[in-house]
């Protein structure tokens, strides 16, 4: 069974916008992380500009599925700009600068870092989030639920 390392590379790669080359990935996807198959099966068999159309009617639909972790936590208060730098702060601690398009919070990037560093401690702290983020995928009856489930299986119980 791969590390848990590749997961969360993977992962972060499928709750990417779907662009020209993520159809490439999907057979190294496939192979590096079989907790994802369901979710990349989905994806081969779907074509571009469906699947495209698709994640943008998922994630670009307000907050309700929302890739941004604080706002699960702390919606568009003044606390989420300390949430904000408090993952920015994590992220230089274990020298790393973000310089990413999204902001630091973005869960794509979140599971980049944790691929990277092995530190569990941003999703482990927004686990909250994750589970309420994947109830609603479940609902809305996409397989980007089967993603979010997977990263959750890896995770410590506890608060």
Same mark, same amino acid.
Not at 1 to 4: A, K
Not at 16 to 25: L, N
Not at 80 to 85: D, E, I, K, N, P
């Given at each position: 069974?791969?590390?848990?390392t590749?997961?969360?590379?993977?992962a972060?790669?499928?709750?990417?916008?779907?662009? $020209?080359?993520?159809? @490439?990935?999907?057979?190294?996807? !496939?192979?590096?992380?079989?907790?994802?198959?369901?979710?990349? $099966?989905?994806?081969? *068999?779907?074509p571009?500009?469906?699947?495209?159309?698709?994640?943008?009617?998922?994630?670009?639909?307000?907050?309700?599925?929302?890739l941004y972790?604080s !706002?699960? !936590? $702390? $919606?568009?208060?003044? !606390?989420? #700009?300390?949430? =904000?730098?408090?993952?920015k702060?994590?992220y230089?601690a274990?020298?790393?600068?973000f310089t990413g398009?999204?902001?630091?919070?973005? *869960?794509?990037?979140? &599971?980049?870092? +944790?691929?990277?560093? #092995?530190?569990?401690?941003?999703? @482990?702290?927004?686990?909250?989030? =994750?589970?309420?983020?994947?109830?609603? &995928?479940?609902?809305?009856? +996409?397989?980007? @639920?089967?993603? =979010?489930?997977?990263?959750?299986?890896?995770?410590?119980?506890?608060?």
């Open positions: 069974m791969p590390s848990d590749v997961l969360y590379q993977a972060a790669l499928c709750l990417i916008y779907p662009d $020209d080359d993520f159809r @490439a990935r999907l057979p190294l996807l !496939r192979e590096a992380a079989p907790q994802l198959r369901e979710f990349v $099966d989905h994806a081969a *068999l779907t571009a500009p469906e699947l495209a159309a698709h994640y943008v009617q998922v994630f670009d639909s307000g907050n309700r599925h929302s972790l !706002r699960w !936590r $702390d $919606d568009d208060t003044r !606390r989420r #700009g300390m949430s =904000l730098a408090h993952f702060d994590l230089r274990h020298g790393l600068e398009e999204e902001l630091p919070d973005f *869960l794509p990037a979140v &599971l980049e870092f +944790t691929s990277r560093t #092995g530190n569990l401690g941003l999703l @482990a702290e927004h686990r909250t989030a =994750l589970a309420r983020l994947s109830s609603r &995928l479940s609902d809305f009856g +996409t397989p980007y @639920a089967s993603v =979010l489930d997977a990263v959750r299986a890896t995770l410590p119980t506890g608060s």
